[in-house]
């Protein structure tokens, strides 16, 4: 029997026409070098109409990718609905990828045009020529005093937009492309994930939901997590979608700058990686706020920082999980009603795991060659596999042997992990990091926490070397603070109540500094092949 | 280009799923005449999968519809879940309806088995020959001493779910049927409409969302709002979806026992229609609660219900408007951070209005006949439309003549709203109660409020009857208060000041009552046909 219900399909423009019939006298707000600029949805409906008529007028295909490269903002946020919503794919460029990696992914994607803020064209710039499908750089003001290329390939935003009629938007396939999101490359080169209106729209009503952020018409957004990775975790979506008020912070990215915009607009919720929120709290520690809500992910939150959110600014931080391949955020760490009466130690080690997957998004941890599942006990490990409808299905075009989903068509996350009875996920690794030593495993992860545990220490990372007899065995490598000492006998003294006799490093490297990826994490990659012929000497 | 993500179906069986996995300790709590029955997701999961094995042993069909005809319990919850998720569709019979309107639908949607309360058992038993498909009857013993007939058709819920075996449940197309629901039948013969797997999934997600209902791991919810019409209002999906705790009412529908399991079980979040709470009011006054959310809806929520909350209990009530037709839930008045400085008045007026409609819903209000569109100046009216994934495209089995779409697609409501600028819906009246006065409107439901007015007057519902000149003009029938007396020229003086000069009724007639539909609603068809030849004498 079939259901008698509308065939309405779940397409982005959808959600642009409530933000504009509904909400609006809305505010969205954007800071930059010359101040903040107040608008509201009606306007920037108005304006996303207009921008619709600009990709017509720059002959972008019907299905043409539009390149973004740029902050936060309100113009970026008129990208990504009159991309969707007028059938095109926006493709966001990380502004923070190696530049070989940004060449690398427009080409890959076919970007047809790029739209630049002006504070980041000289990243862009030098490289255009290497863009080849590029036709048009389309420059979007947003201060500074950047130059601005005499050439004829240069547009600019506004003037492209007052010239432009505005434009009726119908998609009518919820299973067409809406955004391509290259991951940030830690473990290769970056792969493309392309997400639908469907897969958008549903992510949308995720993120909104109480057990992840919670966004509705009382609250003011403000996503520092940036829509040129990840979407901006869903947020540039969500707000619109719940009438909720945006406050973008352009490319005013430094800890006070974020802590005035939340004082001083009334920002209840707000989400970014850890390494934002550890230098936003001393600037934010004390003065009052409206926050309800800070989101966190990308990386393990530790549960220090939200602790001392806790205790300095009133509030714990949330932690959520999730990959470019999740759109992004797949669980959340919402405490429910049975940890009302918990003490402030339970909580907070409650709060330090990946949380509970949305509904939507199913999860299962199994042993990676053979699928085997393995119990919810939070002792057995296994790799993370993920299942749903905002769930990548595929890379697009991937490189020759990489493969997404299992045999039986789950997703591979690369992480491992263990879950608790409730499904709680506790995040141990990535597949990529864990060290086999005589065919046990080895967390990287755990081992690095307790290294950085030593006063003396500023970074630690531990990656496997080759072994000939145990197969792979620890390295750590130590970035020491300025000013301090320590031998490789002090770190493995500290260590050795910490972790079993096994886990210890064979030894241990004072390196200057972790190589890291373009958007900041540890590139153990990088470390595994400079140590990759490593024998004591 | 297609979006590359994974091709998941929205079905029931994912949120059962959900529940099952990830809130298992969740309490779900039946009241009855016994006392209080308290349970877990956990067990209620694995009777649900009994359950679909019950279905097995009883021969229903693949996609066989199960009669429902019981109070909010946990059971019911059971087979809300079990049928959908093993391919069946669930069929909420209404206790309230009348005998006829009950025979009609069980045989119109061809029930195969009917699942019973023995509570209410007597009002169904002398109509069991009458419904021709239903080969069981399985009772529920939720208490009381009524007689179970023997009979060989009868069985019991807790045998045969002890002797049965868990199914698995896999649900592929979300486009197939999940439940029918019929309407109340206040302007003819109940209609059915069929939800389907995906409509459903997707008024979960809106149900919970913040600008609706907001439910999370935080909540403990009692629907009193019934589950044996239009689905509970989605709180029996929500609930489980969002991992909130149930409250179930059970039997136990008076007034003071449902404040005392507000009280009791620490309820956030419970809705029901306006009577429900006019009659909770006295009870809940004073008393300490953890209430943060009070909806209502299913006709018009009179202001001074909901400041009488805000007065007395701590919080207003918050409206919501829609039909069986969406599901039901469409619009809600949560109000927005524009709000935060409006004065008490400004607010309660506000909020005795039908809200937004939520994200998936699309409305417009038009000429009937012509479709043209009428602006959204808060004066304009025409009849509301709506459009969007859980709206209905068709009765089941319509009678003749019975359109329930417009020529381009959108949902006739058959009621007559205004829209504010931002789209926030007042309903003026229902089509068919409007009366036409000299090719112009007059507003039943506004003249009734005004006659209620009258201190003297108890109910009154004002119809138009035939008019040489004018078409129709309006006829008041006014019901008085025990005791209290009041002439027709009373009446129309006291509604003189309030209406305009052509507005004013023609004639009042006092009488006994107002003819009332199964659910309580004013039934005006029966008014009309019995002042049809109305003539002064
Ligand atoms: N809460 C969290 N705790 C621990 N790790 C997290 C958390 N959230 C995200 N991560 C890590 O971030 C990864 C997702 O990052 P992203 O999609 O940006 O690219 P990447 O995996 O770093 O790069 P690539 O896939 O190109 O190697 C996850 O697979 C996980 O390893
Ligand atoms: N907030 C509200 N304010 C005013 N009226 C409301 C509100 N919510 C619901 N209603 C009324 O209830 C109707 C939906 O009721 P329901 O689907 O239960 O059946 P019915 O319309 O009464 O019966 P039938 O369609 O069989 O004649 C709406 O069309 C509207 O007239
Ligand atoms: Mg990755
Ligand atoms: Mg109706």
């Known amino acids: 029997m079939r259901g008698l219900m509308q065939d309405v399909p779940l397409t982005i423009d959808t959600i642009f026409r409530h ?36 990709f017509d007028t720059l002959g972008i295909s019907a299905d043409g990718r539009i390149g973004t490269f740029g902050w936060n903002s309100q113009r970026h946020l008129e990208l990504y609905f009159a991309g969707p919503c007028s059938g095109r794919v926006v493709h966001t460029l990380n502004i923070r990828l190696f530049p070989e990696q940004l060449t690398y992914i427009a080409n890959h994607a076919e970007d047809e045009v790029v739209f630049v803020d002006r504070t980041v064209l000289p990243l862009l710039w030098p490289l255009i020529d290497t863009m080849t499908t590029i ?29 432009a009629a505005p434009v009726d938007f119908h998609v009518t396939d919820e299973g ?12 290769g080169n970056p792969k493309g994930v392309v997400y639908s209106h469907r897969s958008t729209y549903l992510h949308t009503m995720g993120v909104i939901s109480p057990n992840a952020f919670g966004l509705g018409v009382r609250d003011a957004a403000m996503p520092v997590v940036p829509m040129f990775h990840a979407n901006a975790w869903g947020i540039a979506h969500a707000g619109p979608a719940a009438g909720a008020a945006m406050v973008m912070p352009g490319s005013m990215m430094q800890p006070k700058a974020l802590a005035d915009l939340i004082v001083e607009e009334g920002v209840t919720f707000t989400a970014g990686v850890p390494t934002i929120w550890q230098g936003v709290l001393p600037h934010l520690a004390g003065r ?20 001392a959110y806790r205790e300095q600014v009133g509030l714990p931080i ?19 009603r049975a940890f009302d009466d918990a003490d402030d130690a339970t909580k907070a080690a409650q709060r330090a795991r990946a949380g509970i997957p949305f509904l939507g998004v199913e999860a299962r941890i199994v042993d990676a060659d053979t699928l085997e599942e393995q119990p919810w006990d939070d002792k057995a490990t296994g790799e993370l596999q993920v299942r749903g409808p905002w769930c990548a299905a595929a890379y697009y075009n991937p490189d020759a042997g990489v493969e997404l989903l299992t045999s039986d068509g789950w997703m591979k996350t690369g992480d491992v992990a263990a879950m608790a ?13 864990l060290i086999k030593s005589g065919g046990e495993w080895i967390s990287s992860v755990d081992l690095e926490n307790a290294i950085m545990s030593h006063p003396a220490v500023k970074e630690a990372a531990v990656v496997g070397i080759p072994h000939p007899k145990w197969d792979e065995r620890p390295l750590a490598c130590v970035v020491l603070k300025p000013g301090e000492t320590a031998t490789e006998q002090d770190i493995l003294d500290h260590l050795a109540p910490l972790v079993a006799k096994w886990w210890m490093p064979d030894a241990v490297e004072f390196i200057d500094e972790v190589p890291k990826t373009s958007v900041g994490k540890f590139s153990k990659k990088d470390l595994r092949t400079r140590f990759a012929e490593y024998s004591r000497d």
Chains 1, 2 share one sequence.
């Open 318 to 336: 949330l932690q959520a999980w999730g990959m470019t391949e999740t759109h992004p955020v797949a669980s959340s760490g919402v405490l429910s």
């Open 176 to 187: 067409s492309a809406a955004y391509m999101c290259y991951t940030s490359g830690t473990t």
């Open 19 to 54: 933000a504009e019939q509904h909400h609006g006298d809305v505010a969205i707000v954007t800071d930059g070098p010359a101040g903040r600029t107040r608008s509201t949805y009606a306007e920037w409906a108005q304006r996303t109409r207009r921008l619709g008529g600009v």
């Open 288 to 307: 009052p706020h409206k926050l309800r809500e800070i989101g966190c992910g990308g990386s393990a939150v530790p549960k220090a920082l939200s602790e």
């Open 135 to 163: 036709r048009h750089v389309v420059v979007m003001d947003d201060g500074g005093d950047n130059e601005v290329p005499d050439d004829p390939r240069v547009l600019d935003y506004e003037t492209l937009l007052a010239d």
């Open 421 to 433: 009875p409730d499904g709680n996920i506790r995040i141990a690794d990535r597949t990529k990091d």
